[in-house]
């Protein structure tokens, strides 16, 4: 059974920090594109970055570009997300989602296999 649990949300002030991790297990990792994606409260679910099985692509949102950076350790089965100078508009339930297609890199949340449950980002101004 494939499981990806996310960690290290919380309330941070505009300016902040915050890394966010994934956990996966059940899963050969490493043959796994990762995404990271968020949902804010009325909004549809969309996009943040994504990194390749083995690391060596990325791919960012315009609106994360230079704020986020998105990194995997595939001996610990775990895909983090760096977040810097966050902003309220960062608020967000963020996810993590694993594509079986290792080199994709896709925007498309329907061409993610498995999904998280969630972890809550909060910015305040």
């Avoid at 996009?47 to 990194?71: H, N, Q």
């Avoid at 760096?82 to 594509?99: G, I, V």
């Avoid at 297609?101 to 498309?108: A, I, Y």
């Avoid at 061409?111 to 980002?121: N, P």
Wanted: glycine share 12%; aromatic share 12%; charged share 20%.
């Amino acid at each position: 059974q494939v499981q990806l649990v996310e960690s290290g949300g919380g309330l941070v002030q505009a300016g902040g920090s915050l890394r966010v991790s994934c956990v996966a297990s059940g899963l050969s990792f490493r043959n796994y594109a990762m995404g990271w994606f968020r949902q804010a409260p009325g909004k549809e679910r969309e996009f943040v970055a994504a990194v390749s099985g083995g690391g060596g692509y990325t791919k960012y949102a315009d609106s994360v570009k230079g704020r986020f950076t998105i990194s995997r350790d595939n001996a610990k089965n775990t895909v983090y997300l760096q977040m810097n100078s966050l902003k309220p508009e960062d608020t967000a339930a963020y996810y993590c989602a694993a594509d079986h297609l290792s080199l994709r890199l896709t925007l498309r949340d329907t061409e993610y296999d498995y999904w998280g449950q969630g972890t809550q980002v909060t910015v305040s101004s």
